[in-house]
């Protein structure tokens, strides 16, 4: 993500830990945009998404750091987590006419604030609202689900009683379990798993 221009392509699909937090901590979203203000891209230093959140809410700008829960292995287990859905961006509205914006360059935590030579480079308003709209109650964006692999794939399966063993992906039951063909014995026997609880071989 180079500038606003990847930011605008959000709008039919969103892309994929930092040290946000939880929704009400990581996510400052106000009912409307002031009036003569609309959204410009800060990029933060590496891991500082809510440091910079932080600093520039206190400064009155308003922010909107979007958010997902991700799903990670950790020590053989799943846990999840909450992360930026664009790691070291976030939004700030800005009134150019009356906001001291230039102070956003010297925040703790920004690296800099994405622009078009000496200006801001804004991104359209839709782009926050489709993100936001596609946010559940806690604030966090709903990333639509995809099949991780296709028919014929290696997978290896990381908990459970066949746990390390290899199989091959044969399809997506529902959006929770997948079936895969074990070789058991000598003959292909066909599993039914959690979906996470297998990974690409």
Not at 21 to 50: C, D, F, I, K, N
Not at 95 to 105: A, F, K, N, P, V
């Amino acid at each position: 993500m180079a500038d606003h221009s990847e930011l605008a392509a959000t709008q039919g699909r969103a892309p994929h830990g930092s040290d946000a937090h939880s929704a009400g901590h990581g996510v400052t979203v106000a009912a409307a945009l002031m009036p003569g203000s609309r959204w410009y891209v800060v990029q933060t230093h590496p891991r500082a998404e809510s440091k910079a959140m932080t600093n520039l809410t206190r400064q009155g700008f308003e922010v909107y750091l979007p958010l997902y829960l991700k799903r990670r292995r950790h020590a053989r287990r799943f846990d999840t987590v909450a992360a930026p859905l664009f790691p070291r961006y976030l939004f700030v509205a800005i009134d150019l006419l009356t906001q001291r914006w230039r102070s956003i360059q010297s925040t703790f935590g920004v690296a800099h604030l994405v622009s078009h030579g000496d200006m801001p480079a804004g991104v359209p308003n839709s782009v926050v609202e489709e993100l936001k709209l596609r946010s559940d109650q806690q604030g966090y964006v709903q990333l639509p689900r995809r099949p991780r692999f296709a028919p014929g794939d290696k997978l290896q399966i990381c908990e459970g009683a066949f746990s390390d063993c290899i199989g091959l992906y044969e399809g997506m039951l529902d959006s929770q379990r997948v079936a895969i063909l074990l070789d058991l014995l000598g003959r292909k026997v066909r599993v039914i798993l959690s979906a996470e609880s297998v990974t690409a071989a």
